[in-house]
């Protein structure tokens, strides 16, 4: 099992950037490909960007696509969202989440992970 703490949400004005940490635990966060994604009152959660287990293999919703970046460092237990050009529809509580696997892949569904975070806020002002 994995438990997983969100960090790094916060206010920022519409143009600027944060970056979302996700901290796992456990000693074999290696195994685990991670996926971001994303929730606003009244809908349903959605796909921001995943990564696979190495980190060489990573997909993005097109709405984020040359605006996010997801990378891991299997080092420090720790997955990253870069979020730049950030626009007020990207306000949302940002959640990772991980999934087990022992191939290269990477998961974009919501059904596809197992654990979750508790989640962190991103407010964008416009």
């Known amino acids: 099992q994995v438990q997983l703490a969100e960090s790094g949400g916060g206010l920022v004005q519409a143009g600027g950037s944060l970056r979302l940490s996700c901290a796992a635990s456990?000693?074999?966060?290696?195994?685990?490909?991670m996926g971001w994604f994303r929730q606003t009152p009244g809908k349903e959660r959605e796909f921001v960007a995943a990564?696979?287990?190495?980190?060489?293999?990573?997909t993005y919703a097109d709405s984020v696509k040359g605006r996010f970046t997801i990378s891991r460092d299997n080092a420090k237990n720790t997955v990253y969202l870069y979020m730049n050009s950030l626009k007020a529809e990207d306000t949302a509580v940002y959640y990772c989440?991980?999934?087990?696997?022992?191939?290269?892949?990477?998961?974009?569904?919501?059904?596809?992970?197992?654990?979750w975070g508790q989640g962190t806020q991103v407010t964008v002002s416009s």
């Open positions: 990564i696979n287990r190495s980190g060489g293999s990573t």
């Open positions: 456990g000693r074999t966060f290696g195994n685990y490909a």
């Open positions: 989440a991980a999934e087990w696997t022992s191939t290269g892949r990477y998961y974009s569904r919501l059904v596809d992970y197992s654990y």
